[in-house]
């Protein structure tokens, strides 16, 4: 998990309430990843940022949103239009975008709706 | 799903045991990893393999790709209680800017 810290590690909120889950690397990595994780299940991207100021949804970004305003953080935001936000929360970075780059995960946050 | 596959689901051994693990994917790659998860916590790389190369070993781990049949294994050898833990293959698929994980094969070692 070195160089990736990613806050709260358990999180719980309320419905319709929107909630921000942290990422932050010293790894001097371009790359940046969410994934959703449900048990059982291996991992769904959500979103991702190549590059500062820009990032592109994945396979599941309906009711997420992020931000990549510093090459060190890229916060992700559960709204209340996702409808089943209970899950693990991976964030993961990587020196590139390609493919062929490994890519190093944080500890993850567990987000569990009341 | 551009998801891989793992097979089986689920595998409990003894301690000293061999662990092998299969994923099966459905487009073409550049390349295939392996990650593990231990329970809770965020997955840790372990292996890479190129679409060109058939087998590679890293200490008690050995991989190998058949890519005409879209397939790779993980072998573990000589397992330990400490090799507990969910094991997920991820492709880097050709025209894709990210990876698609598996569905993971959770092993359990039995001391």
């Known amino acids: 998990d070195g160089g990736i810290t990613q806050s709260p590690k358990y999180l719980f909120r309320k419905e319709g309430q929107n909630v921000t889950l942290s990422c932050e690397q010293n790894?001097?990595?371009?790359?940046m990843y969410w994934y959703r994780q449900d048990p059982g299940q291996g991992l769904r991207l959500i979103y991702y940022s190549q590059i500062v100021n820009d990032f592109q949804k994945g396979d599941i970004a309906e009711g997420y949103s992020v931000s990549r305003e510093k090459k060190e953080s890229f916060p992700l935001t559960v709204t209340s239009a996702q409808k089943n936000p209970t899950a693990f929360y991976l964030c993961?970075?990587?020196?590139?975008?390609?493919?062929?780059?490994?890519?190093?995960f944080g500890p993850g946050t567990r987000l569990t709706v009341l | 799903s551009q998801q891989g596959e793992e097979d089986p689901q689920a595998l409990s051994i003894q301690e000293g045991e061999n662990a092998t693990m299969n994923c099966s994917y459905k487009t073409s790659i550049n390349n295939l990893q392996w990650y593990r998860q231990n329970s809770g916590r965020g997955l840790v790389h372990l292996i890479l393999i190129r679409s060109n190369e058939r087998e590679k070993h890293s200490g008690r781990l050995r991989v190998t790709l058949d890519t005409s049949k879209k397939s790779s294994s993980l072998l573990i050898t000589a397992s330990r209680a400490a090799d507990t833990a969910s094991y997920f293959c991820?492709?880097?698929?050709?025209?894709?800017?990210?990876?698609?994980f598996g569905t993971g094969t959770r092993l359990t070692v039995i001391p």
């Open positions: 993961a970075t990587s020196q590139t975008s390609l493919g062929t780059d490994t890519q190093y």
């Open positions: 790894l001097n990595h371009d790359a």
């Open positions: 991820a492709t880097d698929q050709t025209g894709a800017n990210n990876l698609f």
